[in-house]
């Protein structure tokens, strides 16, 4: 499975950005997509995931409200709109996958599969 991120860039506060993820490798509808970040000198912090079997997103509590997570099947793409973008948000963001969804869906450690990552960085 080959997970490619796109969509990183620089924003002022209170601006929006679209992440884009595209699965290759796997068939798209029996993988689970989700989102991490990590700014430097923390740890990888869990954005948001999207549970298929519940139909149901998944978000960190520092991003309910402003991000949307979003699958496009027919595409193999994962998508996460980010609204309200704050300086806090920045950090390098990877989307990760794994076959079913984990009920530690927010430990990076249950994810066999990591995209490259791209910068995302929000000035005041």
């Known amino acids: 499975v080959q997970l490619q991120a796109f969509g990183g860039g620089l924003v002022q506060a209170g601006g929006s950005l679209r992440l884009s993820c595209t699965v290759n490798?796997?068939?798209?509808?029996?993988?689970?997509v989700v989102w991490f970040r990590q700014a430097p000198g923390k740890e990888r912090e869990f954005v948001s995931g999207?549970?298929?079997?519940?139909?149901?997103?998944y978000y960190g509590d520092s991003v309910k409200g402003r991000f949307s997570i979003s699958r496009d099947n027919a595409k193999n793409t994962v998508y996460l709109q980010m609204n309200s973008l704050k300086p806090g948000d920045t950090a390098v963001y990877y989307c990760?996958?794994?076959?079913?969804?984990?009920?530690?869906?927010?430990?990076?450690?249950?994810?066999?599969?990591w995209g490259q990552g791209t910068q995302v960085t929000v000035s005041s």
């Open positions: 990760a996958a794994r076959g079913y969804w984990s009920v530690e869906y927010y430990s990076p450690a249950q994810y066999d599969y």
């Open positions: 490798g796997s068939s798209f509808s029996a993988v689970t």
């Open positions: 999207f549970r298929s079997d519940a139909n149901r997103p």
